[in-house]
Each structure stands twice: as structure tokens, then as C-alpha cells.
């Protein structure tokens, strides 16, 4: 079902978003058993969606259903990243194929051959706004356990990500600055004074409900819960 | 089900949206806030008053 008053596209990402905001809140059960839209539009979907598609699996541990993850197959097969796409598509695309990956098991898919990380040279000299920027679009990388280049790149400049977290918020731009809270949530040297707990809260607040947004934001807090944790524990 | 060999064909020749602009969106037109909107954040935001205040006025010279 699409959002009326929205183009095609982007009322199906949010419809997808929505579903995985409902399976990373209720425990799973919806959104990891109903199949993903085959059509074009479907398919689109979950390419810009990326590995968040997966991540009541990947982040939460739920299972997932076979036709899901097929359906998801079919997109990374279907929108890989053309030679000279931008470095923010070759990278989601590479998160897609490392999600399969984590759930098909160790054995190569043959369509889907291992062809190494796309490089993040990019993002090194990047001033923090334009870094934050392309960092939230790559949200779907923040994730536990999942080492990249883009990762080790973001974990040098957690006070620059601080910044545009900010900046994003200070700007409205709150699927930004769900994005980077996500990757502040996972890094470490985030200053305290910064207070991430409560300005997730403002920006889910303040976003209108938007899946997309409300996605990074669980994302976020999932992360930030689990460190939390592992911390008491090991304390 | 479908065939996915027929579904990659399809979607890679026909689709036509601008996927790409959806991979690698340009930064989303930004208002910054007015100084009330900042101080009402700061006071929600507990701990993040400091960098989610607006910049500290600083006096003028006088003379």
C-alpha cells in the first residue's frame, strides 16, 4: 500500500521502514514472516532500504522467513552499484551483500561474489558536515560486529559526528540526525555533554512519525542498550 | 514466486526511477532554529542544553 500524496517510491520505502520499525519493536513477528513486495517498485524499495531491511535478524536476532530473504536476494541482484556509482551506493550495496552473508552462512553465493569493501578514501577528508551527512546515509552500516572501512573511518571523528548530530537537529534534518546518532551509539569518545538519549527522544518527537527516521532511531537506542549492557555486565 | 532471473532482467531494463537519487539523496533543505524553539530543545534535552543552545550572546563594546 502507498502513501497517497508521496511518489511511488518513497511511500514504499516508508511502508518497508514501518514494517521494520514494527518487527525491531513487537518482538519480530510481523515484519520477519510477511513476504517483501516482488514487483519493480518493491524491489526498489528494499534496494534503498539497504541491509536495514534485514536488521530485525541482523541487529535483534529474530528469524526471518526464507521468502524474505529471498525476495531480498532478488533486489541486491537486481540494483547492484554500477562502475563510478557514488561511494554511499557502492557501500550500501556492499552492506546488502554482507547481510546475506551473515544470514546464508559462510558459503560464497556464486551470483554474489565477495569483491571486497569499495574503499572509504572519500570520507577521510571530508569536513564534519559533509561527513555527517554521508555517514547517516549510511546508517544501515552502523551496526554491531559489522567492521568496514566506513566504521574504522567514523570511530576517528566521533566529536565531528557529534557536531553534525547537532547541526542536524539544530536544522531539522532529523533523518540525519537519526542517522548519526546511530553511529554515535555504537562509537566510542562521544561526549557526555551531549546528552544522545534525550536528543533521540526529540527527534523521534519531532519527526512526524517518519519510519525512515523512526527506524535509525530504534536502531540507535538497540545499540546504545546493548553497549549499556555489555558495560554493567563487565563492570 | 517468481522467476529471478526474469525479475533482475525486468527491473534492471524497466524501472524508471531515479533510484540512484534515492542511494545518495543531496542534504535535505535545513532551517536553523529561532532562539525560543532552541531554548525550549535545551530545556527537554536535559544534558544536551549546552550544545543544543544557541550560541552564548556576547556583549558589545561599548565606547
Same mark, same amino acid.
Given at each position: 500500500m502507498s502513501q497517497s500524496g508521496l511518489p511511488p517510491l518513497t511511500g514504499a520505502v516508508r511502508d518497508l521502514a514501518?514494517? %521494520? %520499525?514494527?518487527?525491531?519493536r513487537g518482538g519480530g513477528h $510481523?515484519? &520477519?514472516s510477511t513476504a517483501l513486495a516482488d514487483d519493480e517498485l518493491g524491489l526498489a524499495a528494499v534496494? %534503498?532500504? &539497504?541491509?536495514? %531491511? @534485514? @536488521?530485525?535478524?541482523? $541487529?535483534a536476532g529474530y528469524s526471518l522467513s526464507p521468502e524474505r530473504v529471498a525476495a531480498f536476494r532478488t533486489a541486491t $541482484?537486481?540494483?547492484p552499484a554500477a562502475p563510478g556509482a557514488a561511494p554511499v551506493t557502492a557501500w550500501s550495496h556492499w552492506g546488502m551483500r554482507r547481510a546475506l552473508r551473515t544470514l546464508s552462512g559462510p558459503d560464497e553465493d556464486p551470483a554474489l561474489p565477495d569483491t571486497g569493501e569499495p574503499g572509504a578514501s572519500w570520507l577521510h577528508s571530508l569536513p564534519w558536515q559533509r561527513f555527517t551527512h554521508q555517514l547517516a546515509v549510511l546508517g544501515a552500516l552502523a551496526l554491531p560486529g559489522l567492521p568496514s572501512e566506513v566504521a574504522t573511518t567514523a570511530a576517528l571523528r566521533p566529536v565531528d559526528l557529534a557536531r553534525g548530530f547537532v547541526r542536524a537537529v539544530r536544522r531539522r534534518d532529523w533523518l540525519q540526525a537519526a542517522g548519526a546518532a546511530r553511529w554515535l551509539a555504537l562509537l566510542d569518545g562521544v561526549p557526555d555533554t551531549l546528552g544522545l538519549d534525550t536528543g533521540l527522544d526529540f527527534v523521534l518527537l519531532m519527526s512526524d512519525d517518519d519510519p525512515r527516521v523512526a527506524l535509525q532511531a530504534h536502531a540507535a537506542r538497540h545499540i546504545r542498550d546493548e553497549r549499556l549492557l555489555d558495560e554493567g555486565l563487565r563492570a | 514466486m517468481f522467476s529471478e532471473e526474469s525479475v533482475v532482467r525486468d527491473v534492471a531494463q524497466d524501472i524508471d526511477i531515479d533510484l540512484e537519487a534515492a542511494l545518495n539523496p543531496a542534504e535535505a533543505e535545513g532551517t536553523f532554529r529561532d532562539t525560543r524553539e532552541c531554548a525550549a530543545l535545551a530545556l527537554i534535552g536535559g544534558q544536551g542544553a549546552l550544545l543544543l543552545s544557541p550560541p552564548t550572546p556576547r556583549p558589545t563594546k561599548k565606547g
Open positions: 514501518h514494517e %521494520v %520499525v514494527s518487527a525491531l $510481523l515484519a &520477519g534496494r %534503498v532500504l &539497504g541491509a536495514d %531491511v @534485514l @536488521l530485525p535478524a541482523t $541487529l $541482484l537486481a540494483f | -
